[in-house]
T-cell receptor, first 115, second 115 residues
Framework: GAVVSQHPSWVICKSGTSVKIECRSLDFQATTMFWYRQFPKQSLMLMATSNEGSKATYEQGVEKDKFLINHASLTLSTLTVTSAHPEDSSFYIC???????????FGSGTRLTVV | DAKTTQPTSMDCAEGRAANLPCNHSTISGNEYVYWYRQIHSQGPQYIIHGLKNNETNEMASLIITEDRKSSTLILPHATLRDTAVYYCIVRGVPLSNTNAGKSTFGDGTTLTVKP
């Protein structure tokens, strides 16, 4: 089936630095990518939706200047957490529109810890 | 999307069938029932979905009551690797990018498979 490769799987960074998370669609073209955040023992929360070649659409309350999303190609979307703070520590997950199955595939997630 | 209600947690003995219930009494006629699971520190995984007929695939079976107000996900022979949080979601069709991305995952059922 369709696979979305997400890297890194975990990252620890210092407060104030930026972190980039990548999601690559393998063997298919992902025209749409969703980015979610999940805090411990909570469910997924949609942060933004991106379509290849256009600006991302952010959910209410999500700072677009802090969470930069780039979807410049049909196989790669990136989320950059800028000037990270400890409260940004979370599990970040991407999800691509994909062929087969239900039509969407999640990445494996990135555990971000800001110290 | 219709609201769903799931038990917070369930235990199951390894090798036995795991039956996970979901109530969705406000489901409307064109809404499907979707099931996902999330193993600790991984991205969610799609399992199965259905409208009104029972469905079966290589992972599980989905039984939907005749009035469609509830459903049961059945893992026929649970293994330790099936320990995860299972999410039941109801959403409309067609499965556009909008309703797929904005699906509310809720709290799910934590299934623990014990040796």
């Amino acid at each position: 089936g369709a696979v979305v490769s997400q890297h890194p799987s975990w990252v620890i960074c210092k407060s104030g630095t930026s972190v980039k998370i990548e999601c690559r669609s393998l063997d298919f073209q992902a025209t749409t990518m969703f980015w979610y955040r999940q805090f411990p023992k909570q469910s997924l929360m949609l942060m933004a939706t991106s379509n290849e070649g256009s600006k991302a659409t952010y959910e209410q309350g999500v700072e677009k200047d802090k969470f930069l999303i780039n979807h410049a190609s049909l196989t790669l979307s990136t989320l950059t957490v800028t000037s990270a703070h400890p409260e940004d520590s979370s599990f970040y997950i991407c999800r691509a529109a994909s062929p087969g199955g239900e039509g969407y595939t999640f990445g494996s997630g990135t555990r971000l810890t800001v110290v | 999307d219709a609201k769903t209600t799931q038990p917070t947690s369930m235990d199951c003995a390894e090798g036995r069938a795991a039956n996970l219930p979901c109530n969705h009494s406000t489901i409307s006629g064109n809404e499907y029932v979707y099931w996902y699971r999330q193993i600790h520190s991984q991205g969610p995984q799609y399992i199965i979905h259905g409208l009104k007929n029972n469905e079966t695939n290589e992972m599980a079976s989905l039984i939907i009551t005749e009035d469609r107000k509830s459903s049961t996900l059945i893992l026929p022979h649970a293994t330790l690797r099936d320990t995860a949080v299972y999410y039941c979601i109801v959403r409309g069709v067609p499965l556009s990018n909008t309703n797929a991305g904005k699906s509310t995952f809720g709290d799910g059922t934590t299934l623990t498979v014990k040796p």
